[in-house]
């Protein structure tokens, strides 16, 4: 069963920092492109950042770029989310997400997700 | 970026009637090369991280159950649920995955009547 356990969250305050980590299980983690998606709570989806199967190549939404560096150590089968110069509106839920591999862009897995709140 | 937008924004329907929710692209998301759309759906039940339910615009997830139907092509896309069932109740999003930023829509709430 694949699962993806996301932790590091947490109250932080502007300006701050946090890494946030996802533990996979269940499936190659190292076979798969993985994404970092958030949501406020009761709002909608924002996709942040994909990094491919060997962490050779990763992509930022424009909102985040220069601030979040997305990582992974196949080794540990765990992906990271380093979230830097953290601001208001990056209060979120941060969920975790595997890639379908053969279409790429697709998430077909998703975490619980971690809350990261920004707030002094 | 591609801009995605939903309508309408919340529905309510009877158990057994059709839903349609409908999504637009700001630009096709029509790769002439394979002829494929890049737009997916996916909803998300209340407390509960998204679950994909269809992808190539058109193309069911395994798994999920066949009242679900993807349609359309270019920038105009429509998911229907043939037979609302209680356990459809969410709130169900829209994604382009043609070009980064991948982006979603804003949501339709999906309610019982």
């Known amino acids: 069963e694949v699962q993806l356990v996301e932790s590091g969250g947490g109250l932080v305050q502007p300006g701050g920092s946090l890494r946030l980590s996802c533990a996979a299980s269940?499936?190659?983690?190292?076979?798969?492109?993985m994404h970092w998606v958030r949501q406020v709570p009761g709002k909608g989806l924002v996709w942040v950042s994909r990094i491919n199967s060997d962490g050779s190549s990763t992509v930022y939404a424009d909102s985040v770029k220069g601030r979040f560096t997305i990582s992974r150590d196949n080794a540990k089968n765990t992906l990271y989310l380093q979230v830097n110069s953290l601001r208001a509106e990056d209060t979120a839920v941060y969920y975790c997400?595997?890639?379908?591999?053969?279409?790429?862009?697709?998430?077909?897995?998703w975490g619980q997700g971690t809350l990261v709140t920004v707030s002094s | 970026d591609i801009v995605m937008t939903q309508s309408p924004d919340s529905l309510a329907v009877s158990l057994g009637e059709r839903a349609t929710i409908n999504c637009k692209s700001s630009q096709s998301v029509l790769y002439s090369s394979n002829n494929k759309n890049y737009l997916a759906w996916y909803h998300q039940k209340p407390g509960q991280p998204p679950r994909l339910l269809v992808y190539w615009a058109s193309t069911r997830e395994s798994g999920v159950p066949d009242r679900f139907s993807g349609s359309g092509s270019g920038t105009d896309f429509t998911l229907t649920i043939s037979s609302l069932q209680a356990e459809d109740v969410a709130v169900y999003y829209c994604q382009q995955y043609y070009t980064t930023p991948f982006t979603f829509g804003p949501g339709t709430k999906v309610d019982i009547k």
């Open positions: 997400a595997r890639d379908a591999t053969l279409i790429r862009g697709v998430i077909d897995y």
């Open positions: 269940g499936f190659t983690f190292s076979s798969y492109w």
